[in-house]
Protein backbone atom coordinates (compact mmCIF):
# COMPACT_ATOMS: atom_id res chain seq x y z
CA UNK A 1 0.00 0.00 0.00
CA UNK A 2 1.41 3.54 -0.88
CA UNK A 3 0.51 6.48 1.36
CA UNK A 4 2.00 10.06 1.16
CA UNK A 5 2.82 11.39 4.24
CA UNK A 6 2.63 14.91 4.70
CA UNK A 7 4.22 18.01 6.76
CA UNK A 8 4.88 21.68 7.26
CA UNK A 9 1.91 23.28 7.32
CA UNK A 10 1.21 25.78 9.90
CA UNK A 11 0.14 29.37 11.04
CA UNK A 12 2.68 32.00 9.60
CA UNK A 13 2.06 35.74 9.25
CA UNK A 14 1.22 37.64 6.12
CA UNK A 15 4.58 38.13 4.21
CA UNK A 16 6.48 34.96 5.84
CA UNK A 17 7.07 31.46 4.25
CA UNK A 18 6.26 27.82 4.81
CA UNK A 19 7.89 24.50 3.59
CA UNK A 20 5.53 21.30 2.45
CA UNK A 21 7.18 18.20 2.61
CA UNK A 22 5.14 14.99 1.30
CA UNK A 23 7.41 11.60 1.27
CA UNK A 24 5.34 8.54 -0.74
CA UNK A 25 6.12 5.74 1.58
CA UNK A 26 5.21 2.07 0.66
CA UNK A 27 6.81 -0.37 -1.76
CA UNK A 28 6.21 0.98 -5.25
CA UNK A 29 8.61 0.94 -8.28
CA UNK A 30 8.56 4.88 -9.36
CA UNK A 31 7.37 8.39 -8.15
CA UNK A 32 6.17 9.82 -11.70
CA UNK A 33 4.07 13.15 -11.42
CA UNK A 34 4.30 14.61 -7.85
CA UNK A 35 2.26 17.48 -6.94
CA UNK A 36 0.58 20.16 -4.53
CA UNK A 37 -3.32 21.18 -5.01
CA UNK A 38 -4.84 23.12 -2.34
CA UNK A 39 -8.91 23.67 -0.89
CA UNK A 40 -10.97 26.61 0.84
CA UNK A 41 -14.10 25.74 1.61
CA UNK A 42 -16.85 26.89 -1.34
CA UNK A 43 -14.51 26.54 -3.85
CA UNK A 44 -12.98 23.79 -5.96
CA UNK A 45 -9.52 22.13 -4.99
CA UNK A 46 -7.27 23.68 -7.43
CA UNK A 47 -3.69 22.91 -8.85
CA UNK A 48 -0.79 25.17 -7.01
CA UNK A 49 2.23 23.32 -8.81
CA UNK A 50 3.24 19.69 -10.38
CA UNK A 51 6.45 18.29 -10.77
CA UNK A 52 7.10 15.55 -13.95
CA UNK A 53 10.07 12.78 -13.36
CA UNK A 54 11.62 14.61 -16.30
CA UNK A 55 12.27 17.42 -14.22
CA UNK A 56 10.35 19.86 -15.98
CA UNK A 57 7.60 21.95 -13.53
CA UNK A 58 4.05 23.64 -14.01
CA UNK A 59 2.70 26.29 -11.16
CA UNK A 60 -0.82 27.79 -11.22
CA UNK A 61 -0.66 31.87 -12.37
CA UNK A 62 -1.49 32.80 -8.84
CA UNK A 63 1.56 31.52 -7.47
CA UNK A 64 4.12 31.90 -9.88
CA UNK A 65 7.58 33.90 -8.56
CA UNK A 66 6.42 33.19 -4.99
CA UNK A 67 6.02 29.59 -4.88
CA UNK A 68 8.85 26.44 -6.01
CA UNK A 69 8.29 23.15 -6.06
CA UNK A 70 11.04 20.41 -5.88
CA UNK A 71 11.36 17.25 -5.50
CA UNK A 72 14.40 14.35 -4.27
CA UNK A 73 14.19 11.55 -6.24
CA UNK A 74 15.83 9.58 -4.45
CA UNK A 75 13.88 9.73 -1.14
CA UNK A 76 10.55 9.78 -3.14
CA UNK A 77 9.93 13.45 -1.43
CA UNK A 78 8.46 15.99 -2.87
CA UNK A 79 8.49 19.91 -1.37
CA UNK A 80 6.69 23.35 -1.95
CA UNK A 81 8.43 26.47 -0.90
CA UNK A 82 6.32 28.82 -0.16
CA UNK A 83 7.44 32.44 -0.13
CA UNK A 84 5.36 36.26 0.46
CA UNK A 85 2.91 34.28 1.98
CA UNK A 86 -0.64 35.95 1.43
CA UNK A 87 -4.09 35.33 3.24
CA UNK A 88 -5.53 34.25 0.29
CA UNK A 89 -3.09 31.16 0.17
CA UNK A 90 -4.52 30.14 3.33
CA UNK A 91 -6.26 26.85 2.50
CA UNK A 92 -5.92 23.26 3.04
CA UNK A 93 -2.71 21.84 0.81
CA UNK A 94 -2.95 18.26 -0.39
CA UNK A 95 -0.03 16.36 -1.92
CA UNK A 96 -0.76 14.02 -5.33
CA UNK A 97 1.25 12.00 -6.86
CA UNK A 98 1.08 9.34 -9.53
CA UNK A 99 2.42 6.81 -8.38
CA UNK A 100 3.83 3.41 -10.38
CA UNK A 101 3.18 0.57 -7.99
CA UNK A 102 2.49 -1.28 -10.65
CA UNK A 103 -0.01 -0.45 -12.14
CA UNK A 104 -0.58 3.66 -11.64
CA UNK A 105 -2.20 4.55 -8.70
CA UNK A 106 -3.33 8.23 -8.05
CA UNK A 107 -2.61 9.04 -4.72
CA UNK A 108 -3.28 11.55 -2.13
CA UNK A 109 -2.05 12.61 0.80
CA UNK A 110 -4.23 13.92 4.05
CA UNK A 111 -4.04 17.43 3.84
CA UNK A 112 -1.96 20.28 5.51
CA UNK A 113 -3.56 23.11 6.97
CA UNK A 114 -1.84 26.51 5.77
CA UNK A 115 -3.15 29.32 7.59
CA UNK A 116 -1.53 32.91 7.01
CA UNK A 117 -2.70 35.95 9.21
CA UNK A 118 -2.87 39.33 7.62
Known amino acids: QVQLVESGGGLVQAGGSLRLSCAAA????????MGWYRKVPGKQREMVAV???????NYADSVKGQFTISRDNAKNTVYLKMNGLKPDDTAVYYC????????????WGQGTQVTVSS
Open 96 to 107: NAIIMVPPNRNC
Open 51 to 57: SFSDGST
Open 26 to 33: GSFFSANV
